[in-house]
């Protein structure tokens, strides 16, 4: 629930926030100019929205799968979806190599769930599925909706910000330019508050996934062991042009394939006996112990779309039974 909470609050504090910069433009230049800022964000968003999954499995270069082709993958999507009470999703196999799996589409009736050639090689059965599991409830959770409405938002302070500071368009009215320029400022600073709280609800929609995978009856052991394996799988592609064509929707992946190569110091202290698996008995260790991240790893996991892995580990550790 606080994760759920989280959420809510998050979005209605943007939208606050939105609101707020609408009347106090809106009041200097003249009814409607703010307002026109809105309207051709949400035009923009939804053309996206609409085209948004065509060009995903473009990019990723997407093989939609039947059940004759994949029984396993369409077998462990179908007892997911039945659990999540979900319309079954599309399944698809992605031609890369990089180890990951994601999700996406407009609706819940329009859910997709993809994975990665190179998953299939490094995970088990139950590893697997935790991960179909954790994108199942990115469906279900209605993630793609809620970040693509969100996202309107620093898009919005953006355009001010650039129009009042550097477009000229409303140096004359009232104050005279330095006024607009003051404005522009004050959008500027908001467009980089209101990007991190995005980036900031992103991270908070992984914790969510990872809790939704466990309610659908996955081991946490075995969604932490899947994500260690997905970081060390990852960077070994660390420089690769593989990860360079995925990177404009690396937000959908399990993890962050460009953060993997910094990810693998940290959770070695994790597997203490070096089988490259996450056990029962190390994830409850795990729970009893404090994660501390240096000065330098918290700033950068507040310009990410995943949250710090360790951290999400740990997370994972609580919902040990």
Same mark, same amino acid.
């Given at each position: 629930m606080?994760?759920?909470?989280?959420?809510?609050?998050?979005?209605?504090?943007?939208?606050?926030?939105?609101?707020?910069v609408?009347?106090?433009?809106?009041?200097?230049?003249g009814?409607?100019s703010a307002?026109?800022?809105?309207?051709?964000?949400?035009?923009?968003?939804?053309?996206?929205?609409l085209?948004? *999954?065509t060009?995903?499995g473009?990019?990723?270069?997407?093989?939609?799968?039947?059940e004759?082709?994949?029984?396993?993958? %369409?077998?462990?999507?179908?007892?997911?979806?039945?659990?999540?009470?979900? *319309?079954?999703?599309?399944?698809?196999?992605?031609?890369?190599s990089?180890?990951?799996?994601f999700?996406?589409?407009?609706?819940?009736?329009?859910?997709r769930?993809?994975?990665?050639?190179?998953?299939?090689?490094?995970?088990?059965?139950?590893?697997?599925?935790?991960?179909l599991?954790?994108?199942?409830?990115?469906?279900?959770?209605?993630?793609?909706a809620?970040?693509?409405l969100?996202s309107?938002?620093?898009?919005?302070?953006?355009w001010?910000?650039?129009?009042?500071?550097?477009?000229?368009?409303y140096?004359?009215r009232?104050?005279?330019?330095?006024?607009?320029a003051?404005l522009?400022?004050?959008?500027f600073?908001?467009?980089?508050l209101?990007?991190?709280l &995005?980036?900031y609800?992103?991270?908070?929609?992984?914790y969510?996934?990872?809790l939704?995978?466990?309610?659908?009856?996955? &081991?946490?052991? %075995?969604?932490?062991?899947?994500?260690?394996?997905?970081?060390?799988?990852?960077?070994r592609?660390?420089?690769?042009?593989?990860?360079?064509?995925?990177?404009?929707i690396?937000a959908?992946?399990?993890?962050?394939?460009a953060?993997?190569?910094?990810e693998v110091?940290?959770?070695?202290q994790?597997d203490?006996?070096?089988?490259?698996?996450?056990?029962?008995?190390?994830?409850?260790?795990?729970?009893?112990?404090?994660?501390?991240?240096?000065?330098?790893?918290?700033?950068?996991?507040?310009?990410?779309?995943? *949250?710090?892995m360790?951290?999400?580990?740990?997370?994972?550790?609580t919902?040990?039974?």
């Amino acid at each position: 629930m606080w994760l759920q909470t989280r959420m809510f609050l998050l979005v209605a504090i943007l939208f606050a926030i939105l609101y707020g910069v609408i009347v106090a433009v809106g009041s200097w230049m003249g009814v409607g100019s703010a307002l026109s800022y809105v309207i051709l964000a949400v035009v923009f968003l939804g053309f996206q929205y609409l085209i948004g *999954p065509t060009l995903v499995g473009w990019t990723m270069r997407i093989k939609w799968v039947s059940e004759r082709e994949a029984p396993e993958l %369409h077998q462990m999507v179908t007892e997911l979806a039945e659990k999540a009470g979900l *319309p079954k999703p599309r399944v698809g196999i992605s031609q890369m190599s990089i180890p990951n799996a994601f999700a996406f589409g407009r609706t819940q009736r329009d859910g997709r769930v993809c994975v990665t050639r190179g998953i299939m090689n490094i995970l088990t059965r139950d590893e697997l599925k935790a991960v179909l599991g954790h994108e199942m409830s990115h469906i279900k959770h209605r993630d793609m909706a809620i970040i693509t409405l969100i996202s309107v938002i620093p898009m919005i302070m953006y355009w001010l910000a650039y129009s009042l500071m550097w477009g000229g368009a409303y140096g004359g009215r009232r104050q005279g330019g330095n006024y607009a320029a003051l404005l522009g400022f004050a959008a500027f600073l908001l467009y980089f508050l209101t990007n991190l709280l &995005v980036l900031y609800g992103s991270r908070i929609r992984e914790y969510y996934a990872d809790l939704g995978s466990v309610r659908l009856g996955n &081991v946490p052991h %075995h969604m932490a062991t899947a994500l260690y394996k997905l970081v060390y799988g990852n960077a070994r592609f660390k420089d690769s042009r593989e990860l360079k064509q995925a990177e404009s929707i690396r937000a959908f992946f399990v993890n962050d394939p460009a953060r993997a190569w910094y990810e693998v110091r940290e959770l070695s202290q994790v597997d203490r006996d070096m089988s490259g698996t996450i056990d029962f008995d190390e994830l409850a260790e795990l729970r009893q112990k404090e994660v501390r991240l240096g000065a330098t790893d918290k700033m950068m996991e507040l310009f990410t779309t995943h *949250p710090n892995m360790l951290k999400r580990i740990k997370h994972l550790s609580t919902l040990t039974v």
